[in-house]
């Protein structure tokens, strides 16, 4: 049997590092031949994962071939490096509608590459990507994003909303801000939960993103919570939510969402970008977008690409979704649950699997 050289981040700490695991896991439960070659240092979750990765390492280290696959799981300017020589494959996120041409070249030099969503393809063929373009959906973990436990997370009563991803423009954190402020009042009975530590960012940048939220009006009424170290204890807080909120310009993918519907909970979120993969106007509350505007946020972006542009009208109607689901006491999400059931890390890896191991491919 062909053994797949498996080149990616494992760890529980970044959106590619939790993505790889899970794919990583979920070759392995099906059989595939891995050969495991980390990007950065190895942190999991639990310690049969990490008897795992640990006799993958072991046995990578004495026995590789060289003209096996490679799957690569990683940034889009950085696929030069690769394992051995055989059939090389990456997976790729990106958030903005024009790509560098430098990741445009990088990309080409693929057999083949892979995005986890039809936005994302559609987005890399206008930009001139020439080789097969696969979609390949990412998933949540329903065995621990499960919606029949109960969690104690919170001791007061009141309507909680929940926003989680890094602190950034693109995420729409200083949208959010402002429509949670306009839709509500002091005598409202409702929460914000945010858990947002970006660690890209120094602790002072993380500091102004916190003062901003906990110095506005309803400043009392939003709780900013410290970055989770596993996903069980992810799932622990959202179950303790009402309504997941992201107000995001742009997504590659957000896990976060489609977490949130696995525990049965109603989700706003931007008609726009990756998420429109699975996000519905049958299992969310869609924010319209209108127009784009130019991806600029004076850290990360720099003005190459567009993303969604949150005006006025963008506003109004975060407001009506936020001010709906409080006054309705909307707390389940049928849809979104059935939606979440659907995208599994098991069908994530064989289409995977398939591209890559398939002889004809």
């Not at 790509?99 to 070249?105: A, D, G």
């Not at 390949?136 to 997370?153: C, G, K, Q, W, Y």
Request: proline content about 4%; hydrophobic content about 35%.
């Amino acid at each position: 049997m062909t053994n797949l050289n498996f080149h990616a981040p494992i760890n529980n700490s970044t959106g590619y590092g939790i993505t790889s695991t899970n794919i990583f896991l979920s070759l392995a439960s099906q059989n595939v031949d891995l050969r495991l070659f980390s990007i950065g240092n190895i942190s999991v979750d639990t310690p049969e994962t990490e008897t795992i990765v640990r006799k993958l390492l072991e046995k990578t280290s004495t026995n590789w071939d060289k003209n096996s696959p490679c799957l690569k799981i990683w940034h889009p300017h950085d696929l030069a490096t690769r394992v051995g020589r055989g059939k090389y494959g990456a997976l790729i996120f990106f958030e903005v509608d024009t790509l560098k041409p430098q990741e445009v070249t990088m990309i080409n030099n693929l057999d083949v590459v892979f995005v986890a969503s039809k936005w994302g393809r559609i987005i890399l063929e206008k930009n001139g990507v020439t080789i097969p373009v696969v979609v390949s959906p990412l998933a949540v973990d329903t065995s621990i994003f499960r919606d029949h436990e109960h969690s104690n997370v919170f001791k007061t009563e009141a309507y909680r909303f929940i926003n989680i991803g890094k602190w950034e423009l693109r995420k729409g954190h200083d949208f959010l801000l402002q429509a949670f402020n306009k839709a509500f009042e002091k005598d409202d009975n409702v929460e914000l939960i945010m858990i947002n530590q970006n660690p890209f960012l120094s602790p002072q940048e993380n500091q102004i993103w916190s003062d901003m939220y906990k110095n506005s009006k309803l400043g009392e009424k939003i709780t900013i919570l410290p970055r989770v170290t596993t996903q069980v204890d992810l799932a622990k807080v959202i179950r303790d939510t009402d309504c997941g909120i992201f107000p995001a310009r742009a997504e590659g993918w957000n896990n976060e969402i489609l977490e949130v519907m696995a525990l049965n909970k109603p989700v706003i979120t931007t008609d726009y970008s990756a998420h429109t993969e699975y996000c519905t106007a049958e299992n969310s509350f869609l924010i319209d977008v209108d127009d784009l505007t130019e991806a600029e946020d004076g850290k990360f972006f720099n003005g190459i690409g567009k993303w969604a542009d949150l005006g006025e009208n963008q506003l109004s109607q975060t407001v009506e979704h936020l001010r709906k689901v409080y006054k309705d006491n909307i707390k389940t999400n049928p849809n979104g649950l059935n939606t979440a059931k659907k995208y599994t890390w098991k069908n994530t890896a064989s289409i995977i699997s398939k591209e890559m191991l398939d002889a004809n491919s």
